[in-house]
T-cell receptor, first 113, second 112 residues
Framework: DAKTTQPNSMESNEEEPVHLPCNHSTISGTDYIHWYRQLPSQGPEYVIHGLTSNVNNRMASLAIAEDRKSSTLILHRATLRDAAVYYC??????????????FGQGTTLQVKP | NAGVTQTPKFQVLKTGQSMTLQCAQDMNHNSMYWYRQDPGMGLRLIYYSASEGTTDKGEVPNGYNVSRLNKREFSLRLESAAPSQTSVYFCASNRDKTYEQYFGPGTRLTVT
């Protein structure tokens, strides 16, 4: 499985945009890019995923570089509730469609009021 | 719609004791997963089940067994608990052909 590299931690101010980077220089053409986040004392929750094009949903936006070797999760307006560990994960579809995910260390986002 | 539920929420075991962690989902998902998360670390996959009646090993399967009882339930068994198995255990599920996994609240296990 291709690996991802994320900063260990980042800080943001409340109500400002946050850009969380992820490098994945060994990504293959069929790897999807997923983002999950884990709030304190909770299980992870899905945020967004994409393949080649930028993606938007109610939680965030995902900007994917043209060469796909990096991506950025964008939280448009951080709130205190967005303080969490954010995981960038690559996943290659398999014939069995199991969807298993390999989690790294993630980026711990602190949001200051 | 409860999503993914896990029992128990907390458990303390002595070394050598056995126990089963229970997981159930009510979303009619085919795939289910067990992960463990050690302090300050990301999640590691223990076992997964792509469909009822099938199970496969993940990254760290040693010391664990699993059982996909039916489509809803996926249990994780520790036959002889060891202190190295002290961790938080998460169960997850998802549909075929999509990678949005839904996670349970976790079971915090301490082995003394």
């Amino acid at each position: 499985d291709a690996k991802t590299t994320q900063p260990n931690s980042m800080e943001s101010n409340e109500e400002e945009p946050v850009h969380l980077p992820c490098n994945h220089s060994t990504i293959s053409g069929t790897d999807y890019i997923h983002w999950y986040r884990q709030l304190p004392s909770q299980g992870p929750e899905y945020v967004i995923h994409g393949l080649t094009s930028n993606v938007n949903n109610r939680m965030a936006s995902l900007a994917i570089a043209e060469d796909r070797k990096s991506s950025t999760l964008i939280l448009h307006r951080a709130t205190l509730r967005d303080a969490a560990v954010y995981y960038c994960i690559l996943s290659r579809p398999s014939s069995s469609n199991t969807g298993k995910l390999i989690f790294g260390q993630g980026t711990t986002l602190q949001v200051k009021p | 719609n409860a999503g993914v539920t896990q029992t128990p929420k907390f458990q303390v075991l002595k070394t050598g004791q056995s126990m089963t962690l229970q997981c159930a989902q009510d979303m009619n998902h085919n795939s289910m997963y067990w992960y463990r998360q050690d302090p300050g670390m990301g999640l590691r996959l223990i076992y997964y089940s792509a469909s009822e009646g099938t199970t496969d090993k993940g990254e760290v399967p040693n010391g664990y067994n699993v059982s996909r009882l039916n489509k809803r339930e996926f249990s994780l068994r520790l036959e002889s608990a060891a202190p190295s198995q002290t961790s938080v255990y998460f169960c997850a599920s998802n549909r075929d052909k999509t990678y949005e996994q839904y996670f349970g609240p976790g079971t915090r296990l301490t082995v003394t």
